[in-house]
């Protein structure tokens, strides 16, 4: 059991110390590794879904292989950005507002996403998933250094660390004060004499 509470407690510190900056960029790998094989026709499994998608949506202004095209190129630069660590509040909001819009064949295209009820096809898995990178988006922009710099006046008690108000604990406008530590009073036996009759 010793050994365990070591790696645990070796497993805490790591992540507490690089766990929001793995969750970043292995966000944008994903983003990279799905986006970079649709600027190349033929490459993506999902070329046609999006093209129909992106279509749809458009209501035909942009089509065929431009809408994998200009699909692939918004994830790429996506994961690139996530990756370098730049511009990353305007890349996640740009990075919720896409997954929305994959969200969409699930119900313009349910033929292609689901194969009976709450059972998705293997497309309608694919973007199932996308759930995961949209809770770890919001992970990852709680934790943005602007974020945590609001949050940590100069005179918080917490060193180097977000007051409880980033993450909720706190009403907004609401700071965390130090409470002052008094001695106790030393006080002696209280003399029977001393007491009313």
Sequence with gaps: MRIYGIIVCSLERFGASFGIAALRISIGVIFLWFGAPKLFPGMSPAESLVEETVERLTFGIIEGGAASLLTGGLESIIGILLISGKALRPTIVVLL???????????????????????????????????????????????????????????????????????????AGRQLQPVPVHRAESRRPLDVGQVEK
């Design 97 to 171: 507002g896409h997954m929305a819009g994959t969200f969409t064949p699930l119900f313009i295209f349910p033929e292609h996403t689901w194969r009976g009820y709450a059972i998705g096809t293997v497309e309608g898995q694919y973007i199932l998933k996308n759930l995961v990178l949209i809770a770890a988006a919001l992970v990852v922009i709680g934790h943005s250094k602007s974020r945590i710099g609001k949050a940590s006046g100069p005179e918080s008690p917490l060193l180097g660390v977000a007051a409880p108000r980033a993450t909720g604990m706190l009403p």
